[in-house]
């Protein structure tokens, strides 16, 4: 079964307008941690945003928010105010906390979503 | 500023060739990944390390294997190359503990096996 699913292929925004890209996740654990990447056209993967199962607040990182519902098992991100330098691939991605409540830091990713900027 | 390099950004080989990726960070981190990055697939987890010499198979290590001899430097070794193997290779890494911390990757390997 998927663990991370990522629905949106691709995405069109117009700039300046806010848009979410949606995520999923599938997970037994209680702890665990969600993470999104930007991966521009050169290839560099960027770290955008964390979010902790047990933080009761929505994370926010400047123009990007995780809207974080977590009966829905979803961590969709928002970006605000879009500019034509936020055209990229972006993923969603899952650190779970193993048995003995430590990670080797291992991520599994999403299909991952080409988020589009028209001027 | 932290920084996770790879050896090449393009490489070109021919079918049975011994290919050798090559990864290094300045972090001191302990944990390292090698993932193939795929149209559709997102990131696949080949193989990680936590610690020098060790290893663990990620979800498809099957045609790969690595090698860590020092803490920096991590090595994925395609032993006889195919046209499926074809694809972007990516390197990580992170610290050993904690659920919050990211990982820092290197900027992407591009290779073709013709």
């Known amino acids: 079964a998927q663990k991370i699913t990522q629905t949106q292929p691709g995405m069109f925004v117009q700039e300046k307008e806010a848009v979410t890209l949606d995520c999923t996740y599938d997970?037994?654990?209680?702890?665990?941690?969600l993470f999104w990447y930007k991966q521009p056209s050169s290839g560099e993967m960027i770290f955008l945003i964390y979010?902790?199962?047990?933080?009761?607040q929505n994370a926010t990182e400047g123009r990007y928010s995780l809207n974080f519902q977590k009966a829905r098992k979803s961590a969709n991100l928002v970006i605000s105010a879009s500019q034509l330098g936020d055209s990229a691939m972006y993923f969603c991605?899952?650190?779970?906390?193993?048995?003995?409540?430590?990670?080797?830091?291992?991520?599994?990713f999403g299909q991952g979503t080409i988020l589009t900027v028209h001027p | 500023d932290v920084k996770v390099t790879q050896s090449s950004r393009y490489l070109v080989k021919r079918t049975g060739e011994k290919v050798f990726l090559e990864c290094v960070q300045d972090?001191?981190?302990?944990?390292m990944f090698w993932y193939r990055q795929d149209p559709g697939l997102g990131l696949r987890l080949i193989y990680f390390?936590?610690?020098?010499?060790?290893?663990e198979k990620g979800d498809i290590p099957e045609g790969y294997s690595v090698s860590r001899e020092k803490k920096e430097r991590f090595s994925l070794i395609l032993e006889s190359a195919s046209t499926n193997q074809t694809s972007m290779y990516l390197c990580?890494?992170?610290?050993?503990?904690?659920?919050?911390?990211?990982?820092?990757f290197g900027p992407g390997t591009r290779l073709t096996v013709t």
């Open positions: 972090m001191d981190h302990e944990n």
């Open positions: 979010q902790g199962s047990y933080d009761e």
């Open positions: 990580a890494s992170s610290l050993l503990q904690g659920l919050a911390n990211e990982q820092y």
């Open positions: 991605a899952m650190r779970e906390a193993n048995a003995g409540g430590t990670s080797y830091g291992k991520l599994t």
């Open positions: 390390s936590y610690d020098v010499k060790m290893k």
């Open positions: 997970t037994s654990d209680q702890s665990y941690g």
